[in-house]
């Protein structure tokens, strides 16, 4: 982190023939309210991560008991890997798109949004078949010393996949807005996301299903995610110049 930081510190601090440099500080609150806004779609991730958690171990601790705390801590740990893979993805691309968005280069955008979303999907499926194959070997991997619970986890694996192959779209589509400086938008699906699609599974899926419930909340709201994402991107499609070129009528 140090030297990340140090590195193009000094480099901008003695590098004047760049567009870029140090100079004198200079206040600007609508800049700063502006930047806070993009980004409040990931303080409401984090924040509600955290929620969700406490949500899904009160749950669990409920239904199973200190099992069912250990098989989600597995889960976690492997959607936490799955879902970098997006999350980098995301970032990596989110400067080329906010580049052609403020250039006007709507057709590139449009073409940068197809190539991505079949990216993203035919990763999802690869994923998801990974988790599929993989559950069982994970699950023997971290909680080999419990039979009952490597047990339990292979099936948690099992039904906790399908989340992978909705997952991709609705981490871009999120990061898509903030690209292109939608950050309301973006805040409205990382929030419906993260806290309201889970926290109503979690609580009504268990009633209804038992405890497999549980698991298929994140596959729910994954699913009500990427619904959604096509939606505001229908939305605001002549926002954002996706619209279709209409044949003039005879």
């Given at each position: ?38 980004g409040?779609?990931?303080?409401l ?42 999350m ?9 798109l ?13 073409k ?111 699913l ?24 003039p009528?005879?």
């Amino acid at each position: 982190m140090i030297i990340g930081g140090l590195v193009p510190l000094l480099y901008f601090w003695k590098k004047r023939s760049s567009p870029l440099y140090f100079s004198k500080l200079k206040w600007n609150g609508k800049y700063i309210r502006k930047a806070c806004l993009n980004g409040s779609s990931e303080m409401l991730t984090n924040v509600s991560m955290s929620l969700v958690g406490i949500l899904y171990n009160w749950q669990l601790l409920h239904y199973i008991g200190e099992n069912g705390v250990s098989a989600y801590g597995v889960l976690m740990y492997v959607n936490m890997i799955f879902s970098a893979i997006f999350m980098g993805f995301t970032m990596g691309t989110a400067p080329i798109l906010s580049y052609n968005y403020g250039a006007g280069r709507k057709e590139e955008l449009k073409k940068l949004l197809k190539r991505s979303a079949c990216i993203i999907l035919v990763s999802s499926l690869l994923m998801f078949a990974a988790a599929e194959v993989l559950g069982s070997p994970l699950s023997h991997m971290f909680v080999g010393y419990d039979p009952e619970l490597v047990e339990l986890t292979s099936h948690a694996f099992h039904i906790y996949s399908f989340g992978f192959l909705f997952m991709g779209m609705a981490v871009y589509g999120s990061g898509f807005f903030t690209a292109l400086n939608d950050g309301v938008t973006s805040a409205v699906i990382s929030f419906f996301r993260t806290l309201v699609f889970q926290v109503a599974a979690v609580i009504i899926f268990p009633i209804l299903l038992g405890v497999d419930g549980i698991w298929m909340s994140i596959d729910f709201a994954e699913l009500s995610c990427f619904a959604l994402v096509f939606l505001f991107l229908y939305l605001k499609r002549d926002y954002f110049g996706f619209e279709r070129k209409r044949t003039p009528s005879l």
